[in-house]
């Protein structure tokens, strides 16, 4: 059983393009959240989506950032005209659903913006 | 709103010492508690979980931690540590929903 994967994992991007990155939740696995860990910073939530569905959008920023979680494929983080703070690494993590459910978490993208 | 913090942001020890990695979280009512590993370059791996029950809770890799509601922590330790066991901790709490609410984390390092 594959664990949670991401890709791409590491992205540049100069100022002002676009960023996406991209993550399959383990089998079985329904619920999909994203985490985003500034250097020397612990993990921020950014946003909880279930299949078609945004959860919980508390974390993400107000603008040009996204996340979508399609019926087929995988769950997209996207990051319009990237700014030199968008620099960090972003995580993904997956869950079966209950609320004491372990979150498992993918390698991460890290996104470096120039 | 719910906060997590790790007093210690690094954390030197010899090998075979034990080690004591402190994490206090703020919340009034009933949470769930979890300590992940990070080791360099990869993402987030599950040490343990307090969901209820037994206040001590045992983990992988030799870990365990107590959860003391009165004093609202959940301190992490193991009796003997070993160099693979340099990465960085973090503490995390859920409340309600599912988000986790992460410390900003204790890098461990292991001294020979």
């Known amino acids: 059983n594959a664990g949670v994967m991401q890709n791409p994992r590491h992205l540049v991007r100069r100022r002002g393009q676009e960023a996406r990155l991209r993550c399959s939740p383990m089998?079985?696995?329904?619920?999909v959240y994203w985490y985003r860990q500034l250097p020397e910073e612990g993990l921020k939530f950014m946003v909880y989506l279930q299949k078609e569905n945004i959860i919980d959008e508390s974390g993400m920023p107000k603008e040009r950032f996204s996340a979508e979680f399609p019926k087929e494929g995988p769950s997209i983080l996207r990051i319009q005209q990237v700014v030199r703070g968008d620099s960090a690494a972003y995580f993904c993590?997956?869950?079966?659903?209950?609320?004491?459910?372990?979150?498992?978490f993918g390698p991460g993208t890290r996104l470096t913006v120039l | 709103a719910q906060s997590v913090t790790q007093l210690d942001s690094q954390v030197p020890v010899f090998e075979e010492a034990p080690v004591e990695l402190r994490c206090n979280y703020s919340s009034s009512v009933s949470v769930y508690l979890f300590w992940y590993v990070q080791y360099p370059n990869q993402g987030l791996q599950l040490l343990l979980k307090y969901l209820s029950g037994s206040t001590l809770v045992k983990g992988i890799n030799g870990f365990e931690a107590e959860f003391n509601k009165s004093q609202t922590s959940f301190h992490l330790r193991k009796p003997s540590v070993h160099i693979s066991d340099t990465a960085e901790y973090f503490c995390?709490?859920?409340?309600?929903?599912?988000?986790?609410?992460f410390g900003a984390g204790t890098i461990l390092r292991v001294k020979s």
């Open positions: 995390a709490v859920r409340e309600y929903g599912n988000k986790l609410v």
């Open positions: 993590a997956s869950s079966p659903g209950l609320a004491r459910d372990e979150q498992f």
């Open positions: 089998k079985g696995h329904s619920h």
